[in-house]
């Protein structure tokens, strides 16, 4: 069983070698120049070279998700909250907030800067208003499907509606909950580089914008590497934490071992 | 225990009085009570007028056709529900959700899966006084030896630290039956509890429930379609009509307990069955009079 895991995990990661060995082959042998499509060994030794100065970007792009992000998930929360436990609530809020979430957030920035000037106020605001959605459906889709039954039986116990979120909602959405994590990392990553991209003077995003416009396609594309790096990062720790919250859905794996 | 078991004392003197008429107070009184869902042409009558005594202590089943609105005396009980039109009273009191803090029983087990059975039985106590004040102190001490001691009583002993996904059906409805027992409540309702396992578990459920009746002596009311369960378990038996359902019969039975699943194929025990079975029959024969067998 467990040689079998581990066998697919090797498997895994030949596969994602073979996918970056594939593409060097390609681009040496079509003679691609790296102003189109760079190698990936010279985007590795670009992002080698130009670390020191593209820390601190880094650290203003992950610091700005992280906050878009945890905002994003508390404001996601409380309206999944509002419209899982009253109908009124689900009758108003979510045609708002579908509305709200098909607008591209591209248009969106402009008004941010508008409002707060440019850097990190509207790249967190970004992210944040980028990732809140997954987050708020899922909890109220959790809340959606908790048993009749047991809700009788806690309010026959005098059991308020508070309690009753407490001891049987909220644990139930947990799943759903950390479904929606894991994409809402990913949609965090997305809103803070759009933001950065357009109005401001610090992060990934402006980093891949200047060099964008100084033809440096290897940096560019480290840029994309760096990114992508990050969200897999994020979205391990959450996929890990999940696994211990919420074993209990997933009772086919070994339990609580995921 | 011991106070549970003197139920003509157990109304608290300071509750109002009911209506004058009995000596004693009873613990369930529907006096009739009507619900209707729904309201103009969409109106449909759920339960006609219905009258009911169940004294403190006694343990009732209702049996009728389905969908007579067995269930719909449960949830008014339970406060759940508000009649249309009379009056519920229960412990001397008109029903009000919060006060009242019923022990409730379904088909569906529905044990929490993120906790194990000892915790899910000893959630009760997390919500209901005096057991909330201290739950934080005692989850570990004396409510969990409540909850073992519980455990024990239907059989599961050793199965505390399970989840409920290790557990077979009927193990998760002796769990259940436990979890609507845990904080001693006055009355317990339960809804066709058995009605999802097969013949031998039910039969072995019956004498579970017995036991624990005869042990903590609450008012029951059990909504079933079984008519052996209700002989066997019930010391009275209301038949119910078809949809909107009233009360046809109401009577005794009075076989000497603890019952065993033999007795219920006695002479006695099958002519109570029939003439059950044929107040049903002809309840359902006048909801679909067309119905051919």
Known sequence: MLDLRIK????AALLIVLFFAGWEVFCI????????????????????QRFPILWPHILQTLGSTMLGFGLGVVLGVFLGCIIGASRTAYDTVYPLLIGFSSIPKVAIVPILVLWFGSGTVPAVLTSLSICFFPIAVNIATGLATTEPEMEDVLKALGASKLEILWNVGLPRTMPFFF????????????????AETVASNRGIGNVMMSAASSFNVPLLFAGLFILAGLGVILYAIFSLIEGRVTGWANRKNDFAAA | MSESQTP???????????EAGTHRTPAIELSQATVTFGR???????????TLRVQDGEFVALVGPSGCGKSTILRLVSGLLRPTTGAVIVGGREVAARALRVGMAFQNPTMLPWMTIEQNIMLPLKIVQPYKAS?????????????HALLAQVGLKGFAGKYPWQLSGGMLQRANLCRALIHEPRMLLLD??????????REELWGILQDLWLAHRPTVLLVTHDLREAGFLASRICVMSARPGRILDDSPVDFARPRTVPMTFEPDFVALNQRLREFIVSA????????AH
């Open chain 1, 8 to 11: 697919q995990r090797i498997v």
């Open chain 2, 40 to 50: 103009g042409k969409q109106a449909t009558p759920a339960l006609s007028s219905t």
């Open chain 2, 8 to 18: 003509s004392l157990s109304v608290a003197p300071g509750t109002s009085a009911p």
């Open chain 1, 29 to 48: 042998a079509s003679g691609m120049s790296d102003l189109i499509l760079p190698r990936p060994s010279e985007i590795m030794v670009t992002l080698w």
């Open chain 2, 284 to 291: 359902r024969a006048g909801a679909a009079p067309v119905e």
């Open chain 2, 192 to 201: 066709e509890p058995f009605g999802a396992l097969d013949q031998f578990t």
């Open chain 2, 135 to 147: 739950y934080r102190r005692e989850r570990k001490g004396a409510f969990r030896d409540k909850a």
């Open chain 1, 179 to 194: 479904a929606s994590l894991k994409v809402a990392i990913t949609y965090a990553f997305v809103g803070t580089v759009l």
